[in-house]
């Protein structure tokens, strides 16, 4: 199996910045996709970010396009995501998540870290 953790979850003020981690330890595989959830309180689990870790293919939310920037190094199995601009509509629970499949659906992902709280506030 693959352990997946996140860090760098914080309290910033909107329009402030951050940058989430995730690293990966344990089995991995020659390809496969990473994503990024969150959960804001009251709400649904939603999809922020994905990227194929062969080819860079990446998916962004609506919600996020031209804000958050997902990446990724291969050499350290470690994924990203730059978040830039934020509000606080943007606070909640981000999860890291791995996927076998070269594009998976928000309910096909194999491997989920605990997660790290981002609190935004205005």
């Known amino acids: 199996q693959v352990q997946l953790v996140e860090s760098g979850g914080g309290l910033v003020q909107a329009g402030g910045s951050l940058r989430l981690s995730c690293a990966a330890s344990?089995?991995?595989?020659?390809?496969?996709?990473m994503g990024w959830f969150r959960q804001a309180p009251g709400k649904e689990r939603e999809i922020v970010a994905s990227?194929?870790?062969?080819?860079?293919?990446?998916y962004y939310a609506d919600s996020v396009k031209g804000r958050f920037t997902i990446s990724r190094d291969n050499a350290k199995n470690t994924l990203y995501l730059q978040m830039n601009n934020l509000r606080p509509e943007d606070t909640a629970v981000y999860y890291c998540?791995?996927?076998?499949?070269?594009?998976?659906?928000?309910?096909?992902?194999?491997?989920w870290g605990q997660g790290t709280q981002v609190t935004v506030s205005s």
């Open positions: 998540a791995a996927s076998r499949l070269a594009a998976p659906s928000s309910s096909e992902y194999d491997y």
């Open positions: 344990g089995r991995t595989y020659n390809r496969y996709t």
């Open positions: 990227i194929s870790w062969i080819g860079g293919t990446t």
